[in-house]
């Protein structure tokens, strides 16, 4: 089997309340958080990431992100994108059942969360043995807004287990 990729990606900076009649669902990016963004999507371009399938949280903060991402990005503009509900503030178990249903031919998952599912998934998933240690110890010191990580296994997306990712 050919190398799977999971690139975890935890919202950009947002307002610190949404609109009355959204409340947290509605929260929307900052100036700040269109520009890191949009320095993510560059980022993802340059390093060969482009995913085939982007699972984002239905969350107006979320989806703005992965906006932001593709804004002036051509290699990101076609990506299918899931919007998926079950994915806003999900804990780790719940985002592990989003993936069992990402098709075992996409090869490299984008997917845009939250704290502390995001984060938590990410401490399920990496394989203390074989993860990059500095990043790792970045990792432990916390998760910020438009923080990627990006995990690798030879193990379908549908297959994954918790350390079971590089």
Request: proline share 7%; net charge negative.
């Amino acid at each position: 089997m050919t190398e799977t990729r999971l690139v975890l990606i935890r919202h950009a900076k947002t307002e610190q309340t949404g609109p009355p009649t959204q409340g947290d669902h509605g929260r929307r990016l900052l100036e700040r958080g269109q520009a890191d963004g949009l320095a993510a999507g560059r980022w993802l371009v340059e390093q060969g990431l482009v995913p085939d399938l982007v699972l984002c949280s239905s969350a107006m903060r979320a989806r703005q992100t992965w906006q932001a991402m593709v804004e002036g990005h051509e290699a990101l503009a076609n990506v299918e994108v899931w919007h998926d509900p079950r994915i806003y503030n999900a804990a780790p178990d719940a985002l592990f059942t989003v993936l069992a249903e990402v098709p075992p031919e996409v090869k490299t998952v984008a997917l845009v969360g939250h704290a502390p599912g995001v984060p938590g998934l990410l401490a399920e998933l990496a394989d203390p043995a074989r993860a990059d240690h500095d990043a790792a110890e970045s990792f432990n010191q916390g998760y910020p807004t438009m923080t990627l990580a990006v995990l690798h296994t030879d193990t379908a997306l549908s297959d994954v287990r918790a350390e079971s990712m590089a």
